[in-house]
Each structure stands twice: as structure tokens, then as C-alpha cells.
């Protein structure tokens, strides 16, 4: 009886080592999805008392990143996290300490250029800075929520990267989520967003000068049911184009809010609207 068992258990124990990885699905936003609605697909092991994801995307197979887990449900993030955007190859890293971001979290463009810098304490949010960049790479705006002494921070930068303007604002930050899984967007994504704005310059076609050649960078708070408020130019402050995004803003339709955990959060947005010059 003794023997029977001996086989028994270690036919279940080669069992197990030659099944096939667990295969999961993703969106862009690493949220588990269906198949048919995925981008990414990753299979799953255990490496040091993690369950590991390594991910890919589907179109392409290029690495998508690596995931940690608590276990195999992947309902709770732990553990180191890095994630490769197709969109301009941009780069995430942090830590997950049960479910919650922790510490300080990178994202980088491909060329090494940081896009965001937010530290986290247990899921909390410290502070945060943005970057953001002129179309021939040199920084253009870096912006700082200081979320503990609720202020606002505004620098801008000259292309030759002198400092030419500096805003402070005190800021409410109450339920502000700076760890959304999905971020909030203009109904009909950012074709829907090209085609009302495009529409609304239009309109005031008659009103732009050569000064409104350029991106206004326009900030504003979006809360759970898509309703907009505090809606401010960080870039060309003053000129038509701007005051034809404000009121584009203002006027125009509930977004999508943004999602973190399965439930809609109050984030903020940075939406840029560009003017080109057709001449040039």
C-alpha cells in the first residue's frame, strides 16, 4: 500500500511540473481582459514566492513587461512592476506592496526622457511631477503636485531651457487618484477628442493669429461621473487658442472617468491642443 502511494504521489508531482503556463490576457492598462478584447498576453510561474506574469504583445510578440502577483487570481499586485508601452516605447517601474503602489514610481520615454515622477507612500500619493517637451525633445513644462501641502507647482522653460515662468496655486486634492488602471478620456477616445476640437477651432477660425501657432497644455479635474472643473491653461496662457480649449472643455460633454480597482476615481487630466502653422 505504502509503494501504491509512493507512485500515486509522485505521478501527481510530474503532473504538475509538465503542466502548460497559465495563459492570461490583458488591455493597455495591464487591466485582465477577454481574448478578443486583448493586447497583451502573458503566462504565468512562480519565482520567489511570486506569481510572476511575463507579457507580450499580441501584434508583434515585442515584451510588454513583467507583473507580480500574490497568486495565480492575479487579483492582488505585489512586488516589483515594469511595464514597456507600445506608445513611444514609454517605460513604467515601481512597487506594488498589497495592491498599493509604494515608493517612488518612473515613467520614462524610450530615449531616457522622463515623463512622470510620483512617490507613494502605501497607496497615498506624496507628490508628483510631470514632464512634458517641446516636438524637438527639450523640456517645455515640468508641473508639481505637492498633495500634502496641497499646492500646485507650474514651471516653464524657453527652448534654449531657461527658465521663464514659474505658477503656484493652492489645490484641493481630496479623492484625487494618481494611480489610475484606466486613465479618463473624451467619449470616442482621442479621434473623438481630434474631431470636437478640430470642430471648435474651426468655428473661431476668424479669431487666430500667428501667436496661436503652438500647444496649449490644458489642465483640469475630472470626477467619478466625468464632470470637468478647474480648468486651466499651463501653456500660452492668454491667447485664442487657449480660450477656445477652456470653453471647449467647459461647454462640451461628460468624459469617461477614470478607474482605479474597479470603481470610477477623480483624477486629473493634461490635454494638449496643438495648432500647426500650414505655411511652415
Excluded at 507628490?127 to 507650474?154: C, G, M, N, Q
Excluded at 489645490?171 to 488602471?181: K, L, M, P, R
Aim: proline share 4%.
Amino acid at each position: 500500500m505504502k509503494y501504491l502511494y509512493t507512485l500515486l504521489l509522485l505521478h501527481f508531482c510530474l503532473g504538475g511540473f509538465s503542466q502548460t503556463p497559465a495563459t492570461f490576457y490583458f488591455d493597455m492598462y495591464m487591466n485582465v481582459v477577454q481574448k478578443h478584447d486583448a493586447i497583451i498576453f502573458g503566462t504565468g510561474e512562480w519565482k520567489d514566492s511570486l506569481y510572476a506574469v511575463i507579457c507580450h504583445y499580441i501584434k508583434g510578440h515585442k515584451p510588454a513587461g513583467i507583473f507580480h502577483y500574490t497568486d495565480a487570481t492575479l487579483s492582488i499586485r505585489q512586488g516589483p512592476y515594469e511595464y514597456d508601452g507600445e506608445y513611444e516605447g514609454i517605460q513604467t517601474k515601481g512597487m506594488y506592496s498589497k495592491g498599493d503602489r509604494d515608493g517612488l514610481w518612473l515613467t520614462r520615454y524610450g530615449d531616457g526622457r522622463l515623463d512622470d515622477s510620483t512617490f507613494f507612500d502605501k497607496g497615498t500619493a506624496i507628490t508628483s511631477v510631470h514632464y512634458y517637451y517641446y516636438p524637438d525633445k527639450h523640456l517645455e513644462l515640468l508641473t508639481e503636485d505637492d498633495v500634502i501641502d496641497r499646492k500646485f507647482y507650474a514651471l516653464g522653460y524657453t527652448k534654449g531651457g531657461q527658465l521663464f515662468s514659474v505658477d503656484s496655486t493652492e489645490e484641493d486634492y481630496t479623492n484625487v487618484s494618481f494611480a489610475e488602471d484606466t486613465v479618463a478620456q473624451f467619449p470616442g477616445g482621442p479621434a473623438g477628442w481630434t474631431r470636437y476640437i478640430t470642430r471648435q477651432i474651426q468655428a473661431h477660425i476668424d479669431e487666430l493669429t500667428d501667436k496661436d501657432y503652438g500647444t496649449v497644455l490644458l489642465r483640469f479635474f475630472i470626477d467619478t461621473s466625468g464632470n470637468i472643473s478647474n480648468v486651466r491653461a499651463l501653456t500660452m496662457g492668454g491667447s485664442v487658442l487657449a480660450a477656445i480649449g477652456i470653453e471647449a472643455v467647459q461647454k462640451g460633454p461628460a468624459w469617461i472617468p477614470a478607474r482605479q480597482k474597479g470603481k470610477n476615481v477623480k483624477a486629473f487630466r493634461i490635454q494638449p491642443i496643438t495648432l500647426t502653422n500650414p505655411d511652415k
